[in-house]
């Protein structure tokens, strides 16, 4: 007997970074729990994306394992990187404080 399909919802929040437009998709187990997190440039390829999905990665290791997401967020924030972005009022240090404010934003939602 197959089992059925889990349901999952999704939010895709857009941060503008010095490397460009970051779209960052949290999927959310049925539980309500954060499940895993992806995180795209608009610009494809180049180290700003790998970066960005290597740090995905391990946010989903560590969820896997227990870890607190919003201390993932606390732990993300801030970092710097020597192109910042304007988003708004908003300055996006880099694409890791945009990673660490979407799973802020997750987190009220």
Do not use: W
């Not at 941060?15 to 954060?34: E, I």
């Amino acid at each position: 007997m197959m089992e059925p399909f889990k349901a999952y919802s999704s939010m895709t929040v857009r941060h503008k970074t010095g490397c460009g437009s970051l779209f960052t998709t949290l999927v959310r187990d049925d539980d309500g729990s954060l499940l895993t997190i992806f995180s795209r440039l608009a610009k494809a390829g180049g180290c700003p994306q790998a970066s960005t999905e290597v740090a995905c990665r391990l946010i989903t290791q560590a969820l896997e394992n227990g870890a607190s997401p919003k201390e993932l967020a606390r732990q993300l924030r801030g970092i710097k990187c020597n192109r910042p972005g304007y988003d708004g009022a908003e300055i996006i240090t880099s694409c890791a404080d945009g990673i660490g404010r979407a799973l802020d934003r997750f987190l009220e939602s």
